[in-house]
Structures are given as structure tokens and as C-alpha cells.
């Protein structure tokens, strides 16, 4: 877009509002916040102990949807901007993986494999610092406990620090790519427009979202209420284990069904191409591959007898972990690559923000000199963090993490926005830290691995964000404010739940089997002692070559792969492959039943998590209460 063109769109879009802005933050807003922290989110929780997936994209709906539905039954619908607010902070609200984070920190360092590795003859386990995770003091059973305070108190200042970053990068960049060079932005506009039809003027819609979650509550008493207030399981969670049945003829082989409502859902709300691509993923290493590397004797550890987990787990420490790393690092990577010129016209356009005095921005811009001050806060803010925690770190690596959370925080979302405002995907690129990390030879072992760090990738998402809120006239600052509402209220709630829970059951255990944490404790392992067995530039290098030719297919054949998703799939379990594609199948029965299922799907998906979300919640009170009842005191 030439620039006479830009002006000319510019004025075009400031001359179409008409509409008063509105501040999006109400007392009904504020009350779907404490709903989804003290509802909805020991729903999320007990769902990733039982499956170790964040299902927070198929269920923030549940919140949303539920409120708009009793506001349109009070004659009182929600505004187009209350809508819009909850759909941002809802799963903000659902927060409470940070809190999750302190119980698998405390895991890792006392887990057996970290014990028995050895770096220059001390315990891996005795070199992780206690600002990471407290020494140990036995089973955990709740988190309210002095020992976590500064843990704790790092994950928050971090993530203060971040949403300083994420905030005002996503400012400057939707400045830039909605004034300055005018970007079309579709998530927006779909989002601006569901903002608009949760209104619920439309009887219909509510019959099918009653339908849905009675459904799904139905169906989360078999599979969630009886393990947990019975402690008897009726359909293994999280899925049915056939390896038993396949290890016969194709040694070191997955193969199994996940029996998780959610991740069958999932299937309704992904293109077919994306499912089947992460199935085909999944199969060629988990079903085809690996028999050839027990072959080969490259899965040492295989042993006839194990698990689909167990199998699932050895096969990504023995072999793939590296491979999987690369895909993930060259998917991501590639199509950022493809056109350099963004890097060199968006440095240049965003000369023009400070010149402008932003007055086509409702309430006015802040100024660059402001949101760069923002930005500094947050991205040198962790390193001195990092300097206090490590006081004899080098001036190399300090160089290395002003690079990292200084220059790629802004350079990736500077390209991510561009994609996203063009594309409507969000190209993440993993393991860029670590990356790093060996690139700069960082010590084995360090407490440098274990440092948190604010490497933003989020400021993409903010930019579309600002762009829906003026589609919708809400008011950012309200936004903003109802944003750090959800976070400090998940963030208390997440402490009362996990604490919650604890007491109820060990984690691992049989009623929260947690099945990836002993993985990933593999790999954060393999990272800190072995660096360079997962980021090999070989490997690396070959997997880029791959992805590159896969990517020529993409592009340049009408066959509708999608390379980022066979990336995925090589990293994702059987049987969640499996189960999302036969939602997705599913999906297109009820698609040639249904007139209005491209609408309507979002509302079934809606539905059943609230369904579900109602049946666990009831479920955990429950279990709490019979767990105090059964107490000796």
C-alpha cells in the first residue's frame, strides 16, 4: 500500500465512527471475572491435572455465553462492549497456570531423575535455586505455605513485567499497522461481530446452548464426578490404552482413544486440514516411525509391557526431542523468513508514530516516549531481576538477555503483528531462550536455565485486540483495567484451587495423573544438562530443509497441508490426535444436519463447556467437602 494510500484509508476510517465510545468495565462484567476464577477454574485445573492440556480456548466461552444468556433472560442484554471485555478477560480470569507452575517446579527438582543426574558430581536437584522452587519439605498438599512466597512473588513480578511489554508493544504496533499502514486485521472484524451477536437476540441460539450443556453434564458425571466424589472410574481418564494390544507386531508403537469431552470438541472448531495434518504428525511417529527405531535399537529404553504414556514419553527423550524442537523452531521460523521486507518498511513506518500526535486514536494516544518507558519497564526489568538473582552473572550473558528480551521481543512481534494483520495467524517461534542459551555456550547446569526471563510473543495479539475494541467502541483503557482486574483475581483464586486440590489428591496421582510432566521434566533436564542433544544445529539444520520443501508444497500446490500443523502433530499424543480428528468427522455429520453450523458450532462448543465446567465444579466442592468430613481433626 503506497502511502498517498495509507492517508487516504486512514481518513476513510476515521470519517466511518459515529458512535460514542463506551467504557466496556461493569458490575456485570466484574461478577463474570469471580465467576470463571471461582467456577470455571477448578474445572480448568482438574482437567489439566487429568490430561495436562490448557483447554482455556475451548472453554473461556462458557463464562460468556452463560452471562449473556441471563442477561437477555433479565430483558437486559449485555452491551456490545461488556461482550467484548469478557470474551478478552475471561480466560485471563482462567489464569492459573502460573500457580500450576510452582507445584511442577517443585516437582522437577525433587523428581528422581533430576536427583540421580549429576553435573561435575553435584545433584542436578541440589543446583536449581530455591527462588524457583523451595528445598524440599515433603508431598505437597497445599501452596499456602511461607516456603513458596518468593517462587511465588517472581511468577507475579514477571508477569506484571510482561503485560507491561505485551501492553505497549501491542500499542505501538497497532498504531502503526492500523493508522499508519492500514492492515486489514480479519480476526478483528469476526471478533467485533460475535461481540455483536452475543446479544442473544436470537432464541435459537439459546436452545442449542441449553441442549449442549445438558448434554455435556450428562456425560461429565460418568467421566469426572464419579472419580472424583466416588473414586471410581467408569471410563478411564485420560484415555483408553490399547498399546497392549498393538506391541506384538509394531514394538515401540501409541495407539489409543483420549475419552476427554474437550479435546473432541476441539475437532468442531479446527479447519479438517489442521486435524488431519496434526493426526498425520502423530502417526508417522508414534505408529510408523517408532517401530523402525526399536529396530534399530535407537528407543533403548522400549521395553515390551509399557504404557501407551510410558511409550509416548521414552520415544520424545530417546529420539525425537531434538527433531520435534527443530520442526517446531523451522515451521515458525519460515514464513517470517519469507519476506524480510517487513522487518525494513515497519522500522521505517514506525519513525511516523512519533510524529503523529494521536488524535485518530479515541481518548488520544500515549506518547512513544511513554510506551517505550513501558517497554524498557518490563524487558530490562527481568534482566536486573536476573542480575539480582544471579550476582556473578557474565557480562556476556547479560548482553545475551538484554538481546533477547530488548531486541526479539520487539522484532518478533513486529513481525508477528504484520502476519497476523494480513493472515490471521500468529506465527510463535519456540524455544528461542534456550536457543540462546547454547548459542551462547550458557554454563550446564546454571541457574541461568531456571531465570525467568520476559521474552514477549504476545504483543501480536494485543494489536488485534485494540483493533476490535475500536470496532467496537470500547473504551482501552477499560480494557486494560478489566485485564489486570482478571489477572489479580485468578491469580488469588488459582492459589485457593490448586491448594484446593492438593488436598484432595497428590499430584501425580491416580485421580490427577498429570501423564506429560514426567516428559516434560525430561526435557527441561535434557536442556540444563544436555543442551545440545535438542538444540543441535544438524538437526536443526535437516529439519529446516524439510520444513522448507514441505512449505513449497504449501504454497505452491492446491494440496490444503498446513506444515505448522504436522509440526504440532509430531509433539502431540495419539490419542488426542485420534480424538479431535473423530470430532471433527462428527462435526461434519452434524454440519449436513444443521443449516447454521458455521454459526452455531461456537455455541455448541460454548455449551458443552459450561456443561462440563458446572459438573466438575459441583464435583470438586463436593470431594472438598467429603475430604474435611473423612479428617481425623
Known amino acids: 500500500m503506497t502511502e498517498k494510500n495509507t492517508e487516504i484509508a486512514v481518513s476513510n476510517t476515521s470519517d466511518l465512527p459515529s458512535e460514542k465510545f463506551e467504557s466496556g468495565l461493569t458490575w456485570r462484567v466484574g461478577l463474570a471475572i469471580v465467576y470463571s476464577a471461582l467456577i470455571i477454574q477448578p474445572s480448568a485445573i482438574y482437567l489439566y491435572f487429568v490430561t495436562n492440556q490448557w483447554f482455556i480456548g475451548a472453554v473461556l466461552n462458557t463464562t460468556i455465553v452463560l452471562f449473556a444468556v441471563l442477561a437477555k433472560m433479565a430483558d437486559n442484554p449485555l452491551s456490545k462492549q461488556e461482550v467484548f471485555i469478557m470474551i478478552n478477560v475471561t480466560s485471563t480470569a482462567l489464569g492459573m497456570e502460573m500457580i500450576v507452575a510452582l507445584v511442577f517446579n517443585y516437582y522437577l527438582r525433587f523428581h528422581p531423575t533430576t536427583q540421580a543426574t549429576t553435573i561435575d558430581g553435584v545433584s542436578l536437584s541440589a543446583l536449581i535455586p530455591d527462588w524457583y522452587a523451595p528445598e524440599y519439605f515433603g508431598p505437597i498438599q497445599s501452596i499456602i505455605n511461607p516456603v513458596f512466597i518468593l517462587p511465588l512473588g517472581l511468577l507475579i513480578l514477571n508477569a506484571l513485567l510482561g503485560k507491561a511489554t505485551d501492553i505497549s508493544l501491542g500499542i505501538v504496533f497497532n498504531y502503526l499497522y492500523t493508522k499508519v499502514e492500514v492492515l486489514p486485521f480479519p480476526t478483528a472484524e469476526v471478533e467485533a461481530e460475535r461481540s455483536k451477536s452475543l446479544t442473544w437476540e436470537d432464541k435459537r441460539k439459546l436452545q442449542i446452548f441449553s441442549l449442549s450443556a445438558i448434554v455435556a453434564s450428562l456425560l461429565g458425571i460418568i467421566l469426572y464426578a464419579f472419580p472424583l466424589v466416588m473414586e471410581t472410574t467408569l471410563i478411564p481418564l485420560p484415555w483408553l490404552d490399547f498399546n497392549s494390544s498393538i506391541e506384538g507386531f509394531l514394538p515401540g508403537a501409541s495407539f489409543g482413544i483420549a475419552t476427554d469431552l474437550i479435546a473432541f470438541a476441539t475437532g468442531f472448531i479446527l479447519p479438517m486440514n489442521v486435524v488431519i495434518c496434526i493426526l498425520l504428525g502423530s502417526i508417522v511417529v508414534n505408529i510408523v516411525v517408532n517401530p523402525i527405531l526399536v529396530a534399530n535399537g535407537l528407543l533403548p529404553r522400549w521395553e515390551k509391557g509399557m504404557t501407551l504414556l510410558d511409550t509416548f514419553n521414552t520415544s520424545q527423550l530417546d529420539f525425537w526431542l531434538g527433531w520435534t524442537v527443530g520442526l517446531l523452531i523451522s515451521a515458525s521460523l519460515i514464513p517470517v523468513l519469507r519476506n524480510p521486507r517487513i522487518f525494513i518498511k515497519t522500522i521505517k513506518d514506525l519513525r511516523k508514530l512519533s510524529q503523529g500526535k494521536g488524535d485518530e486514536i479515541e481518548g488520544g494516544a500515549p506518547k512513544l516516549s511513554v510506551l517505550l518507558a513501558f517497554f524498557l519497564l518490563g524487558t530490562l526489568g527481568s534482566v536486573i531481576v536476573a542480575i539480582i538473582l544471579i550476582p556473578d552473572l557474565s557480562f556476556r550473558l547479560i548482553i545475551i538477555l538484554v538481546i533477547l528480551t530488548v531486541g526479539w521481543s520487539f522484532l518478533s512481534s513486529l513481525a508477528m503483528a504484520y502476519a497476523f494483520g494480513i493472515t490471521a495467524n500468529l506465527p510463535l517461534i519456540p524455544y528461542i531462550k534456550e536457543s540462546a542459551f547454547v ?34 467502541f470500547t473504551k482501552r483503557g477499560s480494557l486494560i483495567k478489566a485485564h489486570l482486574l482478571a489477572s489479580f483475581v485468578a491469580w488469588g483464586a488459582g492459589i485457593f484451587w490448586v491448594s484446593a486440590l492438593l488436598s484432595i489428591a497428590r499430584v501425580p496421582s491416580v485421580i490427577f495423573p498429570v501423564p506429560f510432566w514426567d516428559l516434560d521434566v525430561g526435557k527441561i533436564i535434557t536442556f540444563v544438562s544436555e543442551p545440545t542433544v535438542i538444540i543441535n544445529p544438524i538437526i536443526i539444520g535437516i529439519s529446516f530443509v524439510i520444513t522448507l520443501i514441505l512449505y513449497f508444497i ?5 494440496i490444503p497441508i498446513s506444515v505448522i500443523s504436522l509440526a504440532v502433530g509430531t509433539t502431540t499424543s495419539i490419542p488426542y490426535a485420534i480424538t479431535t480428528f473423530l470430532g471433527a468427522l462428527f462435526a461434519r455429520i452434524l454440519k449436513r444436519r444443521m443449516e447454521n453450523w458455521e454459526s452455531d458450532r461456537a455455541i455448541i462448543v460454548a455449551g458443552l463447556g459450561a456443561g462440563l465446567g458446572i459438573i466438575i465444579s459441583l464435583s470438586t466442592f463436593l470431594a472438598l467437602i467429603l475430604n474435611t468430613i473423612s479428617l481425623p481433626y
Open 439 to 472: 548459542a551462547a555456550d550458557a554454563p550446564i547446569g546454571g541457574k541461568i536455565w531456571f531465570v525467568p526471563l520476559v521474552i514477549s510473543q504476545g504483543g501480536a495479539g494485543w494489536v488485534a485486540t485494540f483493533k476490535t475494541a475500536d470496532l467496537t
Open 554 to 558: 504449501e504454497w505452491g500446490t492446491p
